[in-house]
């Protein structure tokens, strides 16, 4: 259809009339919900018509945009983002009322686009009897009873992948990458997946990632659309390793579980209901756990005498005479405190998932504000993570906080409640696994020390951390080096 000049001036005009007319529907809508509770609504901004603040989020460092709106507004506000309004609540209090105590006022809730490509019957998108059933089951799979007996074949991961740094330069991130999407193509399909059939994965899943969050076009040729089709051929590879499943014998990795699980009636899943999950499992393992031990590897760095003290904990559990490339065994990683210490600080500084997504499903009362129906929820990890009433000089990389526990609510980097991520366990033994070879077999260069941040979306160094790595001797040649 062609647009004529006359028809694009008559758009100008109506445009912004059209922004108005709905920015005054929902402020209206808006001040009705007030009047009929006898509730104010939370202080905050709600931007601009329609867009809200959408621009000033995504081209901010959240870090600023959060705590400028809790320096005005306090710790429950709102605003407008995406075209949905929304309410952030940044203490652990309202945390916990959102996503435990209360949390059947609220569902999970995720953008059209993204549960498109991931698949609608994923476990995160979900609450009730389904997603009970479904997490017990992936819970279990996942659990450290479960994964102790994948530790051989991670560690093997890990040795192959630095083995490969050697006096080169990489882009850590993207590395890191590439081992989590190997450490969960194994705890999913086990250790029977064939060459080929990773292959494709791989191809498949790159391009379904790449346009998950780019623009939600569906024009031919745009990353979206693209990523719609890989997300097809994701599903047709998954069943038809299911098919294989089903002639052999089924395993306990968590596809064969999922493929043997039943409701109260004897009820198996379906394809459709197993594949949505094993891709969404995939989306949940790869970036979070690469964007963590990227920042590992830089809090190292940036430490020295944090990293001889990690040296030094690594070393001592592995028996002089042993070998330098001998398989970390699930006793020793339980004895490592020094190193989980610096994990949970790592993993509080970056606060890798900064926020999450809920969605009133009622009319909600806390703290004598109202919180409409089917208004956006969004408790702010980052916020908790980074408050100095939680945490002494909380800008500061200080491992010992962690000596004792910290306060309930407080430290949520798995999030909280019945939708805490599953895989945590999982994630431990891959940043304990690089955490050993790394610092007991090699020495690194960050080639950009600044402290910029870019979002992908989630909190990675500038560049994705440029480093070069070196072998270094071998751990018997260390401790020897350490003897006067």
């Known amino acids: 259809m062609w647009i004529t000049h006359e028809s694009r001036i008559c758009w100008l005009f109506l445009s912004p009339l059209l922004s108005l007319v709905v920015f005054c529907i929902v402020l209206?809508?808006?001040?009705?919900?007030?009047?009929?509770?006898?509730?104010?609504?939370?202080?905050?901004?709600?931007?601009?018509?329609?867009?809200?603040?959408?621009?000033?989020?995504?081209?901010?460092?959240?870090?600023v945009f959060f705590a400028a709106k809790k320096q005005r507004y306090g710790e429950i506000f709102k605003t407008n983002l995406l075209g949905y309004p929304c309410v952030m609540l940044a203490n652990p209090?309202?945390?916990?009322?959102?996503?435990?105590?209360?949390?059947?006022?609220?569902?999970?809730?995720?953008?059209?686009?993204?549960?498109?490509?991931?698949g609608p019957w994923a476990l995160f998108f979900h609450q009730g009897a389904y997603h009970s059933r479904l997490r017990k089951h992936v819970q279990g799979s996942l659990s450290p009873e479960a994964i102790r007996f994948l530790v051989p074949d991670i560690n093997a991961m890990v040795i192959s992948l630095l083995s490969s740094f050697q006096e080169r330069t990489v882009t850590t991130f993207h590395e890191m990458k590439k081992l989590s999407f190997e450490v969960g193509i194994l705890a999913i399909f086990g250790r029977g997946l064939g060459k080929q059939c990773k292959e494709e994965l791989t191809e498949c899943y790159c391009v379904a990632v790449k346009g998950y969050n780019s623009f939600p076009n569906r024009f031919p040729g745009t990353p979206y659309s693209k990523a719609?089709?890989?997300?097809?051929?994701?599903?047709?590879?998954?069943?038809?390793?299911?098919?294989e499943r089903k002639e052999g014998s089924l395993e306990k990795n968590l596809l064969d579980v999922l493929m043997a699980t039943q409701d109260g009636n004897g009820v198996t899943l379906s394809d459709d209901q197993i594949a949505d999950n094993v891709i969404g499992?995939?989306?949940?393992?790869?970036?979070?756990?690469?964007?963590?031990?990227?920042?590992?590897i830089k809090y190292l760095y940036e430490n020295p005498k944090l990293l001889e003290a990690i040296k030094e904990e690594q070393a001592s559990v592995t028996v002089p005479g042993e070998g330098s490339d001998r398989s970390l065994t699930w006793e020793q990683m339980r004895r490592m405190g020094l190193t989980h210490r610096v994990i949970m600080e790592s993993l509080r500084m970056a606060s890798i998932i900064s926020f999450t997504f809920r969605e009133a499903v009622a009319d909600v009362e806390?703290?004598?504000?109202l919180i409409p129906k089917g208004w956006k929820v969004m408790p702010l990890f980052r916020n908790i993570h980074h408050s100095a009433d939680f945490f002494l000089e909380p800008e500061k990389f200080d491992e010992s906080r962690f000596m004792t526990s910290p306060l309930p609510g407080t430290f949520l980097p798995f999030g909280s409640g019945l939708h805490a991520c599953p895989g945590n366990a999982l994630a431990k033994v891959e940043m304990i696994t690089l955490i050993h070879h790394l610092v007991t077999k090699y020495r690194w260069e960050v080639l950009e020390s600044k402290n910029e941040i870019e979002y992908s979306p989630f909190p990675i160094p500038k560049r994705g951390l440029p480093v070069r790595f070196f072998r270094i001797s071998t751990h018997i040649d260390y401790q020897q080096k350490k003897m006067p």
């Open 228 to 243: 719609v089709e890989a997300r097809k051929r994701l599903g047709e590879i998954i069943r038809r390793v299911m098919k």
């Open 28 to 63: 209206l809508l808006v001040t009705m919900q007030k009047r009929r509770h006898g509730l104010p609504l939370p202080p905050g901004s709600m931007g601009w018509p329609w867009i809200g603040e959408t621009h000033k989020f995504y081209t901010e460092d959240p870090n």
């Open 93 to 118: 209090e309202a945390a916990r009322f959102v996503l435990s105590t209360q949390a059947h006022l609220f569902k999970p809730t995720y953008p059209k686009s993204k549960e498109t490509i991931i």
């Open 366 to 369: 806390y703290k004598g504000y």
């Open 281 to 296: 499992i995939l989306f949940a393992a790869q970036d979070t756990t690469a964007s963590a031990m990227t920042w590992i």
